[in-house]
């Protein structure tokens, strides 16, 4: 979690004031200083996001083909997650779970 958003929820579980949180971090806005706390709460794991309507659209139950197959999608991979064509990734699982794990290329 980002050092800054550490600091905006323990100046607001102690109760400062909106005034000086703002003053103490550079914000302008009592709208900025709201946005910047849910955003903190979001990424500490404190709230769940709102998901918008494609978010919510990509949440779909993916099948195994006949093959062994399981396609994900360019919107998925590339937009949300970030991959790239080329990327490698090492497959493990832990009880229900699988895991991705990106491989680094070597220098």
Known sequence: MREEAKKLIQMVRKGLPDKE?????????RTSLKKMYYDAL???GKIKDILTEPEVKMKR???????GNMLLSKRLLIDKFGFKEGDKFMVSKR????????????A
């Open 21 to 29: 949180i703002m003053e103490k971090l550079g914000i302008q806005t």
């Open 42 to 44: 979001v990424e500490a």
């Open 61 to 67: 139950t993916l099948k195994v083909t006949k093959r």
């Open 95 to 106: 009880k229900d779970r699988i895991i991705l794990r990106k491989v680094e290329e070597e």
